[in-house]
T-cell receptor
């Protein structure tokens, strides 16, 4: 799986959009970008994933650059409950088998009141 | 609530001992994954089972073993425990092997080895 680079920490004001960047310059054509988050020692929680098109769900939006070398997770209206460590993970998609996720150090997002 | 349950929530034991952690996946999920989270190693994948069969191995020590039973619940066995095995152990489940492999995590078991 391709390696990812994320800033170790970020602050965001409550109610504002939180934009979390992820660099994955070595991503290959069949690799997807996934985002998970972990709220203080709870089990990680799936947020969103994408291949090359921008994706949106009830939790967040995922913007992937045209060259797919980087992406941004957007939490449109951050709340205090969004304070967590956010992990960007790149892994091969498609069928034929699944294995464990490779978590890096992630970005510790702190939402300020 | 992810639908994945883990027991016990906390476990305190001594070095050299053996413990068993239990996981019940979400209803209908056939794949179970085990992860270890420690302060120095971060969140690491240990092992995956799919419908009772071992499917993938990560950084699992030989002292550790797992199995998935016919009712799809899974157990992680840790033996000859060392101080460094103190960690949070998470179980996750997914529907199967088909994409997109979204995994649902349980609340974890905190193991303390004294």
């Amino acid at each position: 799986d391709a390696k990812t680079t994320q800033p170790p920490s970020m602050d965001c004001a409550e109610g504002r959009a939180a934009n979390l960047p992820c660099n994955h310059s070595t991503i290959s054509g069949n690799e997807y970008v996934y985002w998970y988050r972990q709220i203080h020692s709870q089990g990680p929680q799936y947020i969103i994933h994408g291949l090359k098109n921008n994706e949106t769900n009830e939790m967040a939006s995922l913007i992937i650059t045209e060259d797919r070398k980087s992406s941004t997770l957007i939490l449109p209206h951050a709340t205090l409950r969004d304070t967590a460590v956010y992990y960007c993970i790149v892994r091969v998609g498609g069928g034929g088998g699944a294995d464990g996720l490779t978590f890096g150090k992630g970005t510790h997002l702190i939402i300020q009141p | 609530d992810s639908g994945v349950t883990q027991t016990p929530k906390h476990l305190i034991t001594a070095t050299g001992q053996r413990v068993t952690l239990r996981c019940s996946p979400r209803s209908g999920d056939l794949s179970v994954y085990w992860y270890q989270q420690s302060l120095d190693q971060g969140l690491q994948f240990l092992i995956q089972y799919y419908n009772g069969e071992e499917r993938a191995k990560g950084n699992i020590l030989e002292r550790f073993s797992a199995q998935q039973f016919p009712d799809l619940h899974s157990e992680l066995n840790l033996s000859s425990l060392e101080l460094g095995d103190s960690a949070l152990y998470f179980c996750a489940s997914s529907v199967g092997l088909s994409f997109p492999h979204e995994q649902f995590f349980g609340p974890g078991t905190r193991l303390t080895v004294l």
